[in-house]
């Protein structure tokens, strides 16, 4: 039997607003342990919890920016469990009336159209403590760091709309993209502050029914994401085939091994409406407000890019997913360049050497001014591509100029026409052969002597003139 994975993924996304939750402590987790803590998120009996307004704003503007309709009226439940993370035994959450329902992203699916994927809700909800588990000479010991308990959290909640590892990627990446725009969170999974969970279940292809789902977590990249996916569709195939039954509960997955295992559950309670916190009223003027606040969104510039720009329709969306890399385009673009050039430079060279170091832009040392310098040094044919290829990496980490990276690493293009005939002359003196086999017609021996000519200059020769003068001397 062929079977359909049906996944669905609920997202935590921490909120960078500048205080914690319910209280005036900073929201800065990474700090030395329990600094950041007060009555209030230490959780300490007749403490009353305070609402952020940033945080609430934070969390609607990421809620609009995933095509969500703010409820009128939201509040807050205490999600009942314990465990040592969440000493006060619940959870400041929203269940019955979560901030925001119905929103959507598009994605490009593999063959290149485009899906729409449904959110189901979004809510907010207070992090609990981290635990950090250590050892003491030889005993084991367990300790409770503070610091992020209380810190803003929104949850969004998909629908099980996706099919396949890529749609849920493609997912986790355009949502990344579009809360980012809105500057009210971070969004690294490598750092945690973007925490995937992924619900996987089978059916028989072409059925709409909804089987016994199993829970991943732990996948701190988007490639993880996809790989824990992969492997829990072939994990629970293998089940299905052998008329195992597929058992509700929760996998961990182990980055290094490449495999998901089951993890312990945690004991989990109801959720009861929280007297403390007031519910959160929403009129229509500030949502208004809020909707204004909202920047142009990836969609928006991307539209604007193809008019303005004239950019291609792929280099359009390339340089509109991230804010960051959209706005340093236009700074780029902005110094006298041709604007289809330079996107079309950072499309091929750019982009894939951000990929390689897994680094966004702003965490590297580059800026719009030098990548500025770098191309039109390339414009004007003082370097070749490929030698702006190899600047560009050293400028990826490096405090130098483009002007000093040129001079000293000999980048600089030889355009000097008698050095260029000497070296094509002595390419065809040593090729006779090939020389002759061109002359009877095979005219891929061109492209095999302008390589050698071009290693012979290592990589420096200017490639118009070269092959000018090549044609010349051959015909
Ligand atoms: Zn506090």
Known sequence: MKYEAVIGLEIHV???????????????????????????????????????????????????A?????????AFDQKVYYYPDLPKGFQLSQHHKPLARNGWVDIVMEDGGIKRLR???????EDVAKLVHEMEGKTPISLVDFNRAGTPLIEIVSEADMRNPHEAMEYVKTLRGQLRYTGSAECSLEQGTLRVDANISLRPQGTDE????????????????????????????????????????TRLWDPEKRVTSPMRGKFSGPCVPDPSVPRIVVTQDWL???RGRLPEMPGQKRVRFLRAYGLTPEEASNISFERDLSEFFESVAKQDLPPRKVAS??????????????????????????????????EKDVINVQAAKEVLQKLLSSQETPEEIVEKGRFRQVSDTAELEGLIDRIIAGHPSDVEDFRKGNSKVIGFLMGLAMKESRGKANPKLLKEILTKRLG
């Open 345 to 378: 430079w950072m499309t091929a060279h750019l982009l894939p050497a951000l990929r390689d170091r897994n680094q966004t832009i702003r965490e590297t040392l580059l800026t719009p001014e030098r990548i500025a310098r770098l191309l039109s040094m390339l």
């Open 210 to 249: 909804f089987n016994t789902k199993v829970e991943v977590k732990n996948m701190n990249s988007i490639r993880n994401v996809g790989d824990a996916i992969a492997y829990e569709i072939t994990r629970q195939t293998e089940c299905l085939e052998k008329g195992e039954p597929i058992v509700l509960h």
């Open 66 to 74: 995933l095509n969500c309709t703010i409820q009128p009226e939201s």
């Open 288 to 290: 208004k407000e809020m």
């Open 119 to 125: 959110i189901h809700h979004i809510h907010m909800e």
């Open 14 to 64: 921490q909120l960078n607003s500048a205080t914690k939750m319910f209280c005036d402590c900073p929201n800065r987790p990474g700090d030395e342990p329990n600094r950041n803590t007060c009555p209030i998120c230490l959780w300490l009996p007749g403490a009353l919890p305070q609402l952020s307004q940033e945080a609430l704003e934070k969390a609607v503007l990421a809620c609009l």
